[in-house]
């Protein structure tokens, strides 16, 4: 689906903190790069094309179904997930970085 450099500059996504979101930075500067090669009139799947995003849960992350639905229509395929990090909250405020696969390879270990 063809998009303007404006039509992807108004794009808005659900923002959600207790379900699975993709981190709002890192989507966003996705979407400058996607607004850019649509002004430049530069394929826009190529440059979604193996999009990876960092996985947000219990912080503000934007909805995975819509931005997954997005960069479909701009002809690439789903996100990937690159971590997904925990804000942790308590006596010390801090975030937790989980890596995807860690769990198995320490699993596996055994």
Do not use: I, K
């Not at 923002?15 to 979407?31: A, N, P, Q």
């Not at 804000?87 to 970085?97: E, F």
């Amino acid at each position: 689906m063809a998009m303007s450099g404006d039509e992807v500059r108004n794009v808005r996504f659900t923002r959600v903190t207790f379900g699975r979101g993709y981190d709002m930075h890192e989507v966003d500067e996705l979407l400058d790069d996607v607004a850019a090669a649509a002004d430049a009139r530069r394929s826009l799947a190529a440059v979604v094309r193996g999009a990876r995003f960092t996985q947000t849960r219990f912080r503000q992350g934007y909805s995975v179904r819509e931005v997954d639905d997005l960069l479909v229509r701009l002809g690439g395929a789903p996100a990937s997930v690159v971590a997904s990090s925990v804000a942790v909250t308590g006596g010390h405020a801090g975030v937790v970085q989980e890596r995807r696969g860690v769990l198995a390879r320490l699993l596996r270990r055994r």
